[in-house]
């Protein structure tokens, strides 16, 4: 049989395994994330890149109601104007084309 010191130590060694594991874990998964360029909160790299030879003259949002994806340009963009508690407040949408859906999806204003 086993004394209350001698399972003491072998309970302190099972959780001293475990915090190294723990701890090799971790710094396992945050070199991987340095590796492959992942930006922690405290800083490091990013991942944003130029995808464009030049300034980007469409946008794409993809459909509510159809799932379709749809590119527009800054013309397409329609406006409404409304008021929410008593201020003036703006909605931009551009309409779906396919003429089985022509659902008002919602976009950014273009500027």
């Known amino acids: 049989m086993f004394g209350i010191a001698e399972v003491t130590k072998l309970f302190e060694g099972c959780i001293r395994g475990a915090l190294i594991v723990f701890v090799l874990t971790i710094g396992i998964v945050a070199l991987a994330g340095y590796a492959a360029g992942i930006k922690s909160s405290k800083g490091g790299n990013s991942m944003v890149k130029v995808s464009s030879d030049g300034p980007v003259l469409t946008k794409k949002v993809v459909c509510s ?47």
């Open 65 to 111: 109601k159809c799932a379709y994806e749809l590119e527009y340009t800054g013309e397409d963009v329609k406006d409404v104007q409304g008021f929410i508690m008593g201020e003036s407040d703006t909605s931009y949408y551009i309409v779906c084309p396919r003429k089985s859906c022509k659902k008002h999806v919602t976009v950014k204003a273009w500027w």
